[in-house]
């Protein structure tokens, strides 16, 4: 089992940036894939950025050039860095978890509102 505490969100200004964390205990080195989504309100939870547990990545075209994931397996820790934020980038952004032979594991989500 896997447990997972997302932090880092917030309110900021269009243009803006912040990081977002979340840190994964229980059984952190079966996790063979994390990732971000986001749920705004009224739509449906979408994707946003994956990382391997090699450091591959990949993210959402909406968020290309903009979001960097990235990863510390010492700290069992994946960071979302969000820069040149937009009002459509508000909503709780959910941390995620894949293993090798469980999953997926959610996070209890962190609210990012962008706005003047």
């Known amino acids: 089992q896997v447990q997972l505490v997302e932090s880092g969100g917030g309110l900021v200004q269009p243009g803006g940036s912040l990081r977002l964390s979340c840190a994964a205990s229980?059984?952190?080195?079966?996790?063979?894939?994390m990732g971000w989504y986001r749920q705004a309100p009224g739509k449906q939870r979408e994707y946003v950025a994956q990382i391997t547990q090699s450091g591959s990545t990949n993210s959402a075209d909406s968020v290309k050039g903009r979001f960097t994931i990235s990863r510390d397996n010492a700290k069992n820790t994946v960071y979302l860095q969000m820069n040149s934020l937009k009002p459509e980038d508000t909503a709780v952004y959910y941390c995620?978890?894949?293993?090798?032979?469980?999953?997926?594991?959610w996070g209890q989500g962190t609210q990012v509102t962008v706005s003047s």
């Open positions: 229980g059984s952190p080195f079966s996790i063979r894939l």
């Open positions: 995620n978890a894949l293993g090798y032979s469980g999953g997926p594991y």
